[in-house]
């Protein structure tokens, strides 16, 4: 009779297993009041190249940037946009034909909007030049609605622009920074998120995941606590007018910059603290010209190229060291392979992913794979944690105040396993030559209005807003269950 009960049992077992996966992954396709996006890697080759992929030139840019997928019009028209904190507005259609190689190969299949095919289309009238640290566009404001995937709600009537014609754009922008009153004169994606309903919150959540994962996340309106470890800790931003260049981004302050070498030596360097802004439209970070070398030399370069670049050797990549930005209450440690910009070349070549800067401190996607950043528009606080990513548990906040209660869900194991996948002895790597040419970054350089508005109320993390989390218990005691019907104990 053993086999029989036991069959029964795994029966059972699988049946109530498969029964809650199935009721977790529903709850995990829409949480009323947030909408999670993928955010997709413009180096996977499935959704923007073919299966041979794209043999990129050092000049390229496309080779490392961050993208949601966005449904403009009636009917709706899928485009690829990229995700930029620090700028203000969303805009589609660059000019492909002003970039080459991959960029232009990226700009053809990124996606295009074709107002004249869209039934909902409503021009403004209005023309304007955007400039950003590298490139520009000419764009014409429309309105119109936009899906989003995940959610069964569309926005109607966002204002967006259609360039007329754009310089070295290989992509639209959506500009998740501050909206109407402080770095736009309408309201922007995020302002129509939270006045349309479909967030509680003016506030999102960005984790760009690893180089391996090739595809994170964003949350607007909410947390997902299976891709950081830990308390999310407060950063004030800092106001505009104490702000280094004046300008509404999302500034906070550094207290110091490290490196533990892969020995598990530990050095401060001199001048980390400083303020910085968080960018995901920048490939690079961008440091003051000493710190920047004090760091590159203990990679190996000595000197930067004629672009600015430190070349470094690709064997660092395969390293435990961790470049370590400590904010107040929380270091973010940056992996080596993280902080390493790699190009495909033959043979590769590698970059670090920090040049110098005399205009900018800025934080760019080299450092923000790495963590986990809130971005609460409603009190002007980011938050942050180590990136560590153990699932998938997007959740709707009520109210702001509650970031303060949430904790990441992913365990000790995962940041170890995060921050060194590979062990390799320590033997004379950190002496390379210095070598050419990485590709420039994208800093967005933007101009406030010049106002001010009053931001919305402090509107808590759901109770039923964990579908995974709060279905391991109930897994838990399934398995239990079971092993009673295995073992009779």
Not at 379 to 398: K, Q
């Amino acid at each position: 009779m053993a086999i029989p009960v036991l069959f029964s049992a795994l029966v059972l077992l699988v049946a109530l297993l498969c029964c809650h996966a199935t009721a977790a992954l529903q709850q995990l396709a829409h949480d009323v009041g947030c909408v999670h996006l993928p955010v997709v890697h413009s180096t996977k080759v499935d959704r923007f190249s073919d299966k041979r992929g794209i043999q990129l030139q050092l000049a390229n840019r496309s080779d490392v940037a961050y993208y949601a997928q966005l449904s403009i019009g009636t009917p709706p028209q899928p485009v690829f946009v990229q995700l930029d904190t620090g700028s203000f507005e969303l805009w589609v259609n660059p000019d492909c034909t002003t970039v080459s190689g991959s960029d232009a190969v990226f700009c053809e299949r990124a996606g295009r909007y074709d107002v004249t095919k869209s039934s909902t289309a409503t021009s403004l009238g209005t023309n304007r030049t955007l400039r950003y640290g590298i490139g520009a566009a000419n764009i014409s404001y429309f309105t119109d609605t936009i899906s989003l995937a995940g959610s069964p709600m569309m926005l109607q009537d966002v204002q967006f622009g259609v360039a007329t014609a754009s310089e070295d754009a290989f992509s639209g922008i959506l500009g998740i920074g501050y909206g109407k009153g402080i770095g736009t004169g309408y309201p922007n994606f995020v302002d129509q998120l939270w006045e349309q309903n479909v967030t509680r919150v003016k506030a999102y959540t960005l984790a760009l995941g690893s180089k391996d994962s090739q595809e994170g996340v964003i949350v607007f309106g909410g947390v997902d606590t299976s891709k950081f470890a830990g308390k999310l800790a407060r950063l004030p931003v800092i106001p505009p007018a104490q702000s280094p260049d004046g300008v509404p981004r999302f500034w906070v302050e550094m207290k110091s910059l490290s490196i533990t070498r892969p020995s598990g030596l530990n050095t401060v360097y001199d001048g980390g603290a400083m303020p910085v802004f968080l960018d995901s439209g920048s490939t690079m970070t961008l440091l003051p010209a000493n710190l920047t070398m004090a760091v590159a030399r203990d990679f190996g370069a000595q000197a930067p190229d004629a672009n600015g670049f430190y070349k470094i050797d690709c064997a660092l990549t395969a390293l435990n060291g961790t470049l370590d930005f400590a904010f107040d209450g929380v270091t973010v440690r940056v992996p080596y392979k993280e902080l390493t910009r790699e190009v495909a070349s033959n043979p590769p070549s590698c970059f670090l992913g920090i040049v110098a800067s005399d205009r900018f401190t800025l934080l760019g996607d080299t450092f923000l794979r790495s963590a986990y950043t809130v971005f609460d528009l409603e009190t002007d606080s980011i938050w942050m944690a180590p990136a560590v990513n153990c699932g998938s548990s997007p959740a709707a906040l009520s109210n702001v105040q509650d970031l303060s209660a949430v904790t990441g869900e992913c365990g000790v194991r995962e940041i170890a396993e995060s921050t060194s996948s590979t062990q390799v002895p320590s033997t004379g790597v950190d002496d390379t030559e210095a070598g050419a040419v990485p590709t420039s970054t994208t800093t967005v350089v933007s101009q406030p209005s010049g106002t001010t508005t009053q931001m919305g109320a402090r509107p808590t993390l759901d109770n039923a807003s964990n579908p995974l989390g709060a279905h391991r218990l109930t897994w838990v005691l399934v398995i239990t269950a079971a092993l009673h019907l295995f073992t009779g104990i």
